[in-house]
């Protein structure tokens, strides 16, 4: 199996058809058609299914598909690392939702000013997600909360984030616990780091919801809030720039500030330029960034 085979094979799910990724290609549709099946008789599965509307993957050709992605992005990568001085092709990060808004936007712009030729997507996901992720070679780097800390993966300290515990505007004073038995806890789903560390604040007082109302976003998450759904816990940040206004309002949680950090994630073994360019740029953000390497690791999981 070669990449050129796996390249081809790419071209014909994303077409839809032989014909169409031939025209693609600029090669005639016999020879498509001979290494598809070539590669077909090396695996020993089905790849597509043809009919009248074209060709689809099968599950075992959505499950290449996925091998492909990453085979050829990783040797574009080590083409572009290895081949010029300055880093250059594509640079998969990952990032919280919160971050991504918040934190990322003069970084990226720094890391395209000082290094133009290179091609940065930006994904989010929870923590959980991102950190599989990067572990799979989905993703050259990650921004990630919560517990990171595992043998294949490097971290670096890159932001601290304070929580807070968002009521309805009405609520002048923090929820007590008999008022927090009673109300809904608005979060995102499972493996959110943030969703993490207020069930912990909940569990230490002895506190279950009744219900949680899982959202997908922090501005369906303050709508909901406003709208005397529930309860959350936002990053301070995220509050500032809503502009949720008076709809709702931020308690602090104890009397110290809840400090959660955020780290810039990537594989142990990644040497590459491009990654290493990122890192530099979040090494060299001001210090208060870094304060937080001392702090805990949230155990329980991940944004």
Request: proline share 5%; hydrophobic share 45%; with cysteine.
């Amino acid at each position: 199996m070669e990449l050129a085979d796996l390249a081809l094979f790419k071209t014909v799910a994303e077409a839809g058809g032989v014909t169409r990724a031939a025209q693609r290609i600029h090669r005639v549709q016999s020879n498509v058609t001979t290494r598809i099946k070539k590669l077909e008789g090396e695996l020993g599965v089905a790849l597509f299914v043809r009919g009248r509307q074209g060709m689809s993957p099968t599950p075992e050709g959505r499950r290449l598909l996925g091998y492909a992605d990453r085979l050829l992005s990783l040797a574009d990568e080590a083409q572009a690392d290895l081949g010029t001085r300055q880093p250059r092709g594509r640079l998969r990060i990952g990032a919280l939702e919160s971050t991504a808004a918040v934190r990322l936007p003069r970084l990226l712009s720094a890391l395209h000013r000082a290094y133009p030729a290179l091609d940065v997507e930006l994904v989010t996901g929870t923590s959980g997600t991102l950190l599989a992720q990067v572990r799979a070679g989905e993703l050259s780097a990650a921004f990630a909360a919560g517990d990171v800390g595992q043998a294949s993966l490097a971290a670096d300290a890159a932001f601290v984030e304070e929580l807070v515990l968002v009521s309805p505007g009405a609520c002048r004073r923090p929820p007590t616990v008999e008022e927090l038995r009673q109300r809904t806890l608005v979060a995102f789903g499972a493996g959110c780091a943030y969703r993490s560390c207020v069930e912990a604040w909940l569990e230490a007082r002895h506190v279950r919801p009744p219900r949680v109302y899982e959202v997908g976003s922090y501005h369906a998450m303050l709508a909901c809030i406003a709208a005397s759904m529930g309860y959350g816990v936002v990053p301070r940040s995220v509050l500032r720039l809503s502009g949720a206004g008076p709809a709702v309002r931020a308690h602090a949680i104890g009397r110290q500030p809840w400090r959660v950090t955020t780290w810039l994630v990537r594989r142990a073994t990644d040497g590459s330029r491009a990654v290493q360019a990122l890192r530099e740029l979040v090494l060299a953000a001001p210090a208060r960034a870094r304060r937080a390497s001392g702090q805990r690791r949230w155990a329980a999981g991940t944004e």
